[in-house]
């Protein structure tokens, strides 16, 4: 019992540092948040279909690429867009979980759109209204894989609480 809480932490902590690496830039955080959702699938942690775990290693390799191959998410090399849009999915993740979690998802990637629009009103990301083409390059760059780091940080907690009657005994 003691071994599969360690893991439990363990498993929480490296997608907990996937998500927070978003807001530093981190080209590979959704690899590192899906590398934690394995670890707590395959030690039993929490319970997810085949299919579940290869749409979220295929989403994180996609977007990780797409972060990759995309040019320089912002000028100046700055990072200040990150926190915005990873608060927005973050508030659009906990208003899905809240209704169901079949609309997690879409909420996530609605609080994404929601905060890059905000940060659009900030001095510093008056950029990216200069076009919708820059305003789409921006949110496939980086909000992609806030999204996809989001939720399988979202899909992690419902495997928890599918799951609790495990921890409570």
């Known amino acids: 019992m003691d071994a599969d809480i360690v893991i439990s932490i363990l498993g929480c902590?490296?997608?907990a540092c996937g998500v927070v690496s978003e807001?530093?830039?981190f080209v590979l955080s959704s690899l590192t948040a899906y590398a934690g959702l394995l670890l707590l699938h395959f030690f039993g942690c929490i319970?997810?279909?085949d299919s579940s775990l290869a749409f979220w290693g295929v989403a994180s390799l996609l977007a990780s690429?797409?972060?990759i191959l995309s040019p320089r998410s912002e000028p100046g090399g700055s990072r200040h867009g990150n926190s915005y849009l990873l608060l927005g999915a973050a508030a659009g993740l906990l208003v899905g979980m809240s209704i169901d979690a079949s609309v997690m998802t879409l909420s996530?990637?609605?609080g994404t759109i929601l905060g890059q629009l905000f940060y659009c009103q900030t001095p510093t990301g008056k950029w990216v209204?200069?076009?919708f083409h820059i305003f789409i390059r921006y949110l496939c760059s980086v909000g992609l894989k806030i999204i996809v780091s989001i939720a399988i940080a979202g899909?992690?907690?419902m495997g928890f609480l599918k799951n609790q009657s495990a921890y409570m005994s």
Request: no cysteine.
């Open 65 to 67: 690429g797409i972060a």
């Open 155 to 157: 899909v992690a907690v």
């Open 129 to 131: 209204k200069f076009s």
């Open 108 to 110: 996530a990637i609605i």
């Open 23 to 25: 807001a530093f830039g």
């Open 47 to 49: 319970n997810l279909t």
């Open 13 to 15: 902590a490296v997608i």
